[in-house]
């Protein structure tokens, strides 16, 4: 049992195109994240969702939008890609709303490659 | 605003060797601290984390880490390690006021057999 799930795990495309990037957790958490991490290995809080309602969305350009059905979902779409968005993207879970106090679950990650 | 600092970039040790991974903070008030590992291909683990009590904590996998509030310092310790601990070690906070975790750049661990 996967407790947090992302697809696909690699994801190859050309420039200008327009992706997304799926994810999901089956522990009941309240808090979705997503991170990207660069070629440094270099971790950064892109967006926080709490029971659906956006509550963190670090300086991240609009190109990119995350989306939440539902709280066990949350979903990164981007459009326009460029060649600076290849990186790892990193989902994560972690349980109530306070997110500050909790672990994080992460994710196997989305190996993003913009050609 | 938080920030975490990891001044080991890659440390390479034989096995068996003592290991000491350094990790400083910046924020002054109540913070939570944790230690993520990532082995090669796979995703963050959580290692060991702190909220209060005990400064000394124990994680899994043999691992240890004190938080030392005066040096806002969260080392990362294990007295023996195995070829199996090579991987990438994050060191991560977040404080009351920061509704989010902020990760350091991360130490690559190269165990050698």
């Known amino acids: 049992d996967t407790a947090v799930s992302q697809t696909p795990k690699y994801l190859v495309t050309q420039m200008g195109n327009d992706k997304s990037i799926k994810c999901e957790q089956n522990?009941?958490?309240?808090?979705m994240y997503w991170y990207k991490q660069d070629s440094k290995k270099f971790l950064k809080i892109m967006f926080s969702y709490n029971n659906k309602e956006l509550i963190i969305n670090e300086t991240v350009p609009n190109r990119f939008s995350p989306k939440s059905p539902d709280k066990a979902h949350l979903n990164l779409h981007i459009n326009s890609l460029e060649l600076g968005d290849s990186a790892v993207y990193f989902c994560a879970s972690s349980q109530g709303s306070l997110a500050e106090l909790d672990e994080q679950f992460f994710g196997p990650g989305t190996r993003l490659t913009v050609l | 605003a938080q920030s975490v600092s990891q001044h080991n970039h890659h440390v390479i040790l034989s096995e068996a060797a003592s290991l000491e991974l350094g990790c400083n903070y910046s924020?002054?008030?109540?913070?939570?601290l944790f230690w993520y590992v990532q082995y090669p291909g796979q995703h963050l683990q959580l290692l060991l984390k702190?909220?209060?009590?005990?400064?000394l904590v124990k994680g899994i996998k043999g691992f240890e880490a004190e938080f030392i509030k005066s040096k806002f310092s969260f080392n990362l310790r294990k007295p023996s390690v195995q070829w199996s601990d090579t991987a990438e070690y994050f060191c991560a906070v977040n404080s009351g006021s920061a509704r989010q975790l902020t990760f350091g750049s991360g130490t690559q661990l190269t165990v050698l057999p």
């Open positions: 924020y002054g008030g109540t913070v939570n």
């Open positions: 522990l009941g958490h309240d808090t």
């Open positions: 702190y909220f209060s009590g005990d400064p």
